[in-house]
């Protein structure tokens, strides 16, 4: 079946640096996503990504559809405090079957 | 106005015992799913379901039971609890597209512990 991998596992980060995160997938996706999960909460959706090659941003967050449609990446620019929290990518292959979520890349930020 | 809403927000109960979590969605979606997140926070789907289709994964057992009274809830019935169903479970609900994977919109959990 279809596997996602995204790294890293996790990331420690000093307030104000940059971070970058991305999830490759074993087969090509039509739509990728990206969550931000905070403690006792639920995924609440950052950008999704329809198009290979789409480039979005979301304030301080951008996100790009790889053009081999196998990948995607997530760029956090001048982390702060509120950063901090769990982010999945995830994706979906067509019209038929799941989405399917990466294991997460947990972010801490040090002020 | 909360999108996706479920209850309890946390559940603690015997093993054994029957237990029903509740989940409306007001965005006039189309479809509803249930994920499961274990403690590493893996999120795992295991039913997605509108109108017309019930989808199941396969690796959930049949102690667990989606039921909609209507399109705008979804709840998840559990049977004779064990203690490997402790985890969160996540509502979502999307809208209905053919041909594409419409964005998810997720609930804020239910923290589940059976003793």
């Known amino acids: 079946g279809q596997q996602l991998n995204q790294s890293p596992q996790s990331m420690f980060i000093q307030e104000g640096e940059d971070v970058s995160m991305n999830c490759t997938s074993s087969?090509?996706?039509?739509?990728w996503l990206w969550y931000k999960q905070e403690p006792g909460e639920g995924p609440v959706l950052l950008i999704a990504?329809?198009?290979?090659?789409e480039l979005t941003s979301n304030g301080r967050l951008t996100a790009q559809f790889g053009i081999t449609r196998k990948d995607s990446f997530l760029n956090i620019s001048a982390s702060i405090p509120s950063d901090v929290g769990i982010y999945f990518c995830?994706?979906?292959?067509?019209?038929?079957?799941?989405?399917?979520f990466g294991k997460g890349t947990k972010l801490s930020v040090k002020p | 106005d909360t999108a996706v809403s479920q209850t309890p927000k946390y559940l603690v109960t015997q093993m054994g015992n029957d237990k029903s979590i509740k989940c409306e969605q007001n965005?006039?979606?189309?479809?509803m799913y249930w994920y499961k997140q274990d403690s590493k926070k893996f999120l795992k789907i295991m039913f997605s379901?509108?109108?017309?289709?019930?989808?199941i994964n396969e690796t959930v057992p049949n102690r667990f039971s989606p039921k909609s009274p209507d399109k705008a809830h979804l709840n998840l019935h559990i049977n004779s609890l064990e203690l490997g169903d402790s985890a969160v479970y996540f509502c979502?609900?999307?809208?209905?597209?053919?041909?594409?994977?419409?964005?998810?919109?997720f609930g804020p959990g239910t923290r589940l512990l059976v003793l």
């Open positions: 979502a609900s999307s809208r209905q597209t053919s041909g594409r994977q419409e964005t998810q919109y």
């Open positions: 087969s090509i996706f039509n739509t």
């Open positions: 990504l329809y198009k290979a090659g």
């Open positions: 995830a994706g979906h292959g067509g019209s038929q079957g799941n989405l399917i």
């Open positions: 965005l006039g979606h189309d479809t």
């Open positions: 379901y509108n109108n017309k289709e019930l989808i």
